[in-house]
Nanobody
Framework: QVQLVESGGGLVQPGGSLRLSCAASGIIFSISNLGWYRQASGKTRELVAETSISGSTTYTDSVTGRFTISRDNAKKTVYLQMNSLKPEDTAVYYC?????????????WGQGTQVTVSA
C-alpha cells in the first residue's frame, strides 16, 4: 500500500523559510521520480519541483532560485527547502512519485501540508 506523508508546513512571514518533508512507503523509492506539488485555494494543483532517479532537478519558474528539492533514498524521504517565501506561495503542498508518467488528478495523494505566508 502506497503511503505518502507530508509534514513541515506552517505559518511563516514573507521572506521566511520552511523545510517540507515527505516520507514514502510502499514504493520502490530508489527508482522513483519524485515531485512536490501545491494547490492554492481555488486553483488547480501545480508541479513546483521534481527530482529524477539520477538526482537531477527541475523547478517551475516562480520558485526557481528560492526552492530546493532533495531526496534521501536511505530514508525514503523527499524534501523541499523553501526560502524567501512570498504570500503567493501559500498553498497546500503535496508530494508524489512516478516511475514513467507523472501522476494526474485521479492518482492517490497524501493529505498534504499547509503552508501559509503572511505578515
Amino acid at each position: 500500500q502506497v503511503q505518502l506523508v507530508e509534514s513541515g508546513g506552517g505559518l511563516v512571514q514573507p521572506g521566511g523559510s520552511l523545510r517540507l518533508s515527505c516520507a514514502a512507503s510502499g514504493i520502490i523509492f530508489s527508482i522513483s521520480n519524485l515531485g512536490w506539488y501545491r494547490q492554492a485555494s481555488g486553483k488547480t494543483r501545480e508541479l513546483v519541483a521534481e527530482t529524477s532517479i539520477s538526482g537531477s532537478t527541475t523547478y517551475t519558474d516562480s520558485v526557481t532560485g528560492r526552492f530546493t528539492i532533495s531526496r534521501d533514498n536511505a530514508k525514503k524521504t523527499v524534501y523541499l527547502q523553501m526560502n524567501s517565501l512570498k504570500p503567493e506561495d501559500t498553498a497546500v503542498y503535496y508530494c508524489n512519485y512516478w516511475y514513467a508518467t507523472r501522476p494526474d488528478s485521479d492518482a492517490s495523494w497524501g493529505q498534504g501540508t499547509q503552508v501559509t505566508v503572511s505578515a
